[in-house]
């Protein structure tokens, strides 16, 4: 079975604009969250998906954005990118939302914001 | 709130020597904790999980966990590492029956020198 599938692996944009990223569960995973990380903060929760709609968020201002499709593929946004954007972006799928089931997590967008 | 704390941020040792990376977590109810490694350019990769049970929890390379409610720990131990141990691991919690997000602790590096 394939695992989590994020594209592109690597991304250079410029302050200001905007980017999206693309995320592909594992088949049969219902469940799509990301996570942001960085050297200082470490891992932190942008947000969680599951059938469409957004049932968690992290604290994050509203540039970040994201949405879930039909297939429980997910993307994610940002938009007026700001240096401090640059970061390793997960994404991490789950069967569903029980509490006990584990996040499966892809290699990450690498975004570098100059 | 949940909140885990990573006691070390780096943590070498001699190839085949025994390592213990400390893991602490505050919650007033029950939780399910996890433990994950990174490797250089790569996503995070489930290492083991405890849900109820045995306190004593088996993982994937060699490596072991022991829940200690009393003390609220979830220390990781192995053995006897490999240099290909090297990676940094990530301690995280959630709230037992809840769909709330995982929360993971800084990460601890693991340096195995040959």
């Known amino acids: 079975k394939a695992g989590v599938t994020q594209t592109p692996r690597y991304l250079i944009k410029t302050r200001g604009q905007q980017v999206t990223l693309s995320c592909s569960p594992i088949?049969?995973?219902?469940?799509v969250s990301w996570y942001q990380q960085t050297p200082g903060q470490g891992l932190q929760f942008l947000f969680e998906?599951?059938?469409?709609?957004?049932?968690n968020k992290g604290n994050f201002p509203g540039r970040f954005s994201g949405r879930q499709f039909s297939n429980s593929r997910s993307e994610m946004n940002v938009s007026t990118l700001e240096l401090g954007d640059s970061a390793l972006y997960l994404c991490?799928?789950?069967?569903?939302?029980?509490?006990?089931?584990?996040?499966?997590f892809g290699n990450g967008t690498r975004l570098t914001v100059t | 709130a949940q909140s885990v704390t990573q006691l070390d941020s780096q943590v070498p040792v001699f190839e085949e020597a025994p390592v213990e990376l400390r893991c602490n977590y505050s919650?007033?109810?029950?939780?399910?904790l996890f433990w994950y490694v990174q490797y250089p350019n790569q996503g995070l990769q489930l290492l083991l999980k405890?849900?109820?049970?045995?306190?004593l929890v088996k993982g994937i390379n060699g490596f072991e966990a022991e829940f200690n409610k009393s003390q609220t720990s979830f220390h990781l131990r192995k053995p006897s590492v490999h240099i290909s141990d090297t990676a940094e691991y990530f301690c995280?919690?959630?709230?037992?029956?809840?769909?709330?997000?995982?929360?993971f602790g800084k990460g601890t590096k693991l340096s195995v020198k040959p």
């Open positions: 991490a799928s789950s069967l569903d939302r029980v509490s006990n089931s584990p996040l499966h």
């Open positions: 088949s049969g995973h219902r469940s």
């Open positions: 998906y599951f059938s469409e709609t957004q049932r």
């Open positions: 919650s007033s109810v029950s939780v399910y």
């Open positions: 405890y849900l109820s049970g045995s306190t």
């Open positions: 995280a919690v959630r709230r037992g029956g809840s769909q709330g997000n995982l929360i």
